[in-house]
């Protein structure tokens, strides 16, 4: 759960005045920000060190290592509008969570799907997508991994006025796929969606919230849709403790009071969502991190 920082707390609570401003609406776009570029700006992807002549030819593709590295580049490379934290906020997720790469790695996500992320944050999970397409249409793209994301639609739900504002500044204010909202990821209309994503924020909301905005997912969802989420395990022992311990700080460290959690087990997420009616299997997603974080593959059944 430590591993997506700059998630409030008050996602728990009701949301402030605002709630569902489109992005396009959100003030504070950073004009001055973009005057300076950040590392690696002006450098082709195809003129990127390392790169697979042959993947351009429908030969094999980059080495994976190679691949996550460009990625990684090009997907931050967009929050450089937003300011330095911004961009150095998505330069640290999206090179240090093995979550995103994962996504792809596995093709998780519907493809041409409609995707809505609650608890967005700042919107790196729909940078990392999109620059994953774009990389596929270039013809980088490693060989074994499932094919490339597409999408209908990218939307997202924010509580924190900030991180709306950071989205609205990287991705403008008339995308044509990507949609960012100020709201409470509890009271939002989820609407008609193939893949919902909580990423580290469903602790954040008390039990009782919980289940009700886990039921109202499951009721969104098509057959063979699918819920995505990461969790922690309550009952992992000393990882968990550490991981708490630094969401904590994090928290604190941002919204200036400390947040309270409601965290659960492994064993209760998955009989919860299973009492729901999804089929889910469960992975270890710390990677080398002294974390009990899991990612659940939650699926209605077809």
Known sequence: MSEAPGRSQA????????EGIPVSEAPGRSQASSHRSPPGE???VSEAPGRSQASSQGGAGPAPRVFLK???????????????FAFFHAWGKLGGDPI????????????????LDLGCGQGCLFAWLLAAQRLSERGQWPAGWAPPPRFQSL???????RDVERAVAAFGGHHPLVQVE???MTQVDVGQVDTVTILDALHYVDPASQEHLLRRIRAALPPGGLFLTRVGDAEAGWPFLVSNWVDRAVTLARSRRPPRLYCRSLAEWQALLSALGFEVETEPMSEGKPFANVMLVCRVPV
């Open 70 to 84: 460009i990625l990684r580049a090009d997907a931050s490379r967009l929050f450089w509008a937003a300011g330095r």
């Open 155 to 161: 939307r997202g739900v924010e509580l924190m006025s």
């Open 100 to 115: 995103f790469r994962e996504l792809l790695r596995r093709g998780l996500l519907f493809r041409g799907g409609r995707l």
């Open 42 to 44: 002006g450098i082709p």
């Open 11 to 18: 996602s728990s609570h009701r949301s402030p005045q605002g």
């Open 182 to 184: 100020q709201g409470d």
